[in-house]
T-cell receptor
Framework: AQKITQTQPGMFVQEKEAVTLDCTYD???????LFWYKQPSSGEMIFLIY??????QNATEGRYSLNFQKARKSANLVISASQLGDSAMYFC???????????????FGKGTKLSVIP | DSGVTQTPKHLITATGQRVTLRCSPR?????VYWYQQSLDQGLQFLIQ???????AKGNILERFSAQQFPDLHSELNLSSLELGDSALYFC??????????????FGSGTRLTVV
């Protein structure tokens, strides 16, 4: 079973509009972390936002916010006031304990390609 | 600049050859992780080192190996290269391994093309 599922291979959004990128996860570990990374066409992986499994409030970082619904196991990324520079691949990732390795590991979804239209 | 340095940025080599990718983690980070990103497989975890010791293995082929040196830099060795090994190889580092809320800092990657 996929640990991280991103169901939107591609999304389009008008400049200055808000957009939500979906992410669902699967874990039985009570302690885990959820992350979003941005990968522009240049290739680097840029950390955007983090949400801990015990955090009561949704995380926010500037124009980025994470809509965390623990019971639904979803961690959607909301980008407000989209800019042309937001066009990129976006990856949702989860860090949880790998019992076999005895350490925390970060697993990524397949990503969503966001295109911002002028 | 993320603080994680990967060299080289691009590498083109022939099938059957061997290459070494290098990574210097962010200052203070003890854990180094290697990931492979290909079009069909997405981001796949290969291997983790913590303070010089191998800590976890993911989907790493037997033709691939890695090590972390006393100065904490790490090298990923890929041998008997095949066309399917063409990918973007990322190194990431983190300060600690045993907490869920520590994310990773990624390098800019090495793009390997096998011809």
């Amino acid at each position: 079973a996929q640990k991280i599922t991103q169901t939107q291979p591609g999304m389009f959004v008008q400049e200055k509009e808000a957009v939500t990128l979906d992410c669902t996860y699967d874990t039985s570990d009570p302690s885990y972390g959820l992350f979003w990374y941005k990968q522009p066409s240049s290739g680097e992986m840029i950390f955007l936002i983090y949400q801990g499994s015990y955090d009561q409030q949704n995380a926010t970082e500037g124009r980025y916010s994470l809509n965390f619904q623990k019971a639904r196991k979803s961690a959607n990324l909301v980008i407000s006031a989209s800019q042309l520079g937001d066009s990129a691949m976006y990856f949702c990732a989860m860090r949880e304990m790998d019992s076999g390795a005895g350490s925390y590991q970060l697993t990524f979804g397949k990503g969503t390609k966001l295109s911002v239209i002028p | 600049d993320s603080g994680v340095t990967q060299t080289p940025k691009h590498l083109i080599t022939a099938t059957g050859q061997r290459v070494t990718l290098r990574c210097s983690p962010r200052s203070g980070d003890l854990s180094v992780y290697w990931y492979q990103q290909s079009l069909d497989q997405g981001l796949q975890f290969l291997i983790q080192y913590y303070n010089g010791e191998e800590r976890a293995k993911g989907n790493i082929l037997e033709r691939f190996s890695a090590q972390q040196f006393p100065d904490l830099h790490s090298e990923l060795n890929l041998s008997s290269l095949e066309l399917g090994d063409s990918a973007l190889y990322f190194c990431a580092s983190s300060v600690e391994q045993d907490r869920a809320n520590y994310g990773y800092t990624f390098g800019s990657g090495t793009r390997l093309t096998v011809v």
